[in-house]
């Protein structure tokens, strides 16, 4: 189950790095950003 799972992300990731042209660094950052952003709107309602 989880090797699907893992395999269903890593396609879903490079589809979007080939549409967006971002690179694997530029990811990152983007879903590090994203997490903080939705901790500090979570934390801010809770």
Not at 3 to 27: D, M, R
């Amino acid at each position: 189950m989880m090797n699907k799972f893992k395999a269903w992300h890593i396609y879903l990731i490079e589809k979007v790095q080939k549409i967006t042209g971002l690179s694997n660094y530029q990811i990152i950052w983007f879903s590090f950003i994203e997490g903080l952003t939705i901790g500090f709107i979570i934390g801010y309602f809770v």
